[in-house]
T-cell receptor, first 114, second 111 residues
Framework: ETGVTQSPTHLIKTRGQQVTLRCSSQ?????VSWYQQALGQGPQFIFQ???????GRGNFPPRFSGLQFPNYSSELNVNALELDDSALYLC?????????????FGPGTRLLVL | TQLLEQSPQFLSIQEGENLTVYCNSS?????LQWYRQEPGEGPVLLVT?????EVKKLKRLTFQFGDARKDSSLHITAAQPGDTGLYLC???????????FGTGTRLKVLA
């Protein structure tokens, strides 16, 4: 149990539609990162927010956008969905753990684009 | 482009056997993490290594960070069915904010 929750757990959309995925981080964790994990691969970094500002971005097009709110929740928005967007989307909040700075991952949202 | 390659990609062994998973890169990392991910869940952090040559032990798991901080290994002794899962390494480059994940090793331990 990481204290990070995501909704919905599963989602089916059609090509061209828009989707919003939600994440609730642990209280006090000011940094949240979003990742895309395709089937059989490791997570790929999409972007990161710190205190409601985007402060880092991976190799993803602008149709991937996000928001972070003062209550430690955040959103990932994807416009003009493509078939290749089908993946598990993970959010992770950062805080201190046993080994120093730790990423705490949510269970993910599995998105299927038809 | 930074790349973290893991080997082997897949591993199926009998309960009680030992195994080693490798994580290699041409890049230097300020820290490297190992995660285990089970179906339907997000990755869970196992350990973070920071110092070149560092060895950390967590019960039957032994983690090593290479001297040059470009590679790492995870050794499991006397594997158990509960060790089954996807093992991921993730490196953090000094001065950056993002973790680069490896390609993953899918382990299955048969009873």
């Amino acid at each position: 149990e990481t204290g990070v929750t995501q909704s919905p757990t599963h989602l089916i959309k059609t090509r061209g539609q828009q989707v919003t995925l939600r994440c609730s981080s642990q209280s006090g964790h000011n940094t949240v990162s979003w990742y895309q994990q395709a089937l059989g691969q490791g997570p790929q970094f999409i972007f990161q927010y710190y205190r409601e500002e985007e402060n880092g971005r991976g190799n993803f097009p602008p149709r991937f956008s996000g928001l972070q709110f003062p209550n430690y929740s955040s959103e990932l928005n994807v416009n003009a969905l493509e078939l290749d967007d089908s993946a598990l989307y993970l959010c992770a909040s950062r805080g201190e753990g046993l080994w120093g700075e730790t990423q705490y991952f949510g269970p993910g949202t599995r998105l299927l684009v038809l | 482009t930074q790349l973290l390659e893991q080997s082997p990609q897949f591993l199926s062994i009998q309960e009680g056997e030992n195994l080693t998973v490798y994580c290699n890169s041409s890049s230097v990392f300020s820290s490297l993490q190992w995660y285990r991910q089970e179906p339907g869940e997000g990755p869970v952090l196992l350990v973070t290594v920071v110092t070149g040559g560092e060895v950390k032990k967590l019960k039957r798991l032994t983690f090593q960070f290479g001297d040059a901080r470009k590679d790492s290994s995870l050794h499991i002794t006397a594997a158990q069915p509960g060790d089954t899962g996807l093992y991921l390494c993730a490196g953090l480059t000094s001065g950056t904010y993002k973790y680069i994940f490896g390609t993953g090793t899918r382990l299955k331990v048969l009873a």
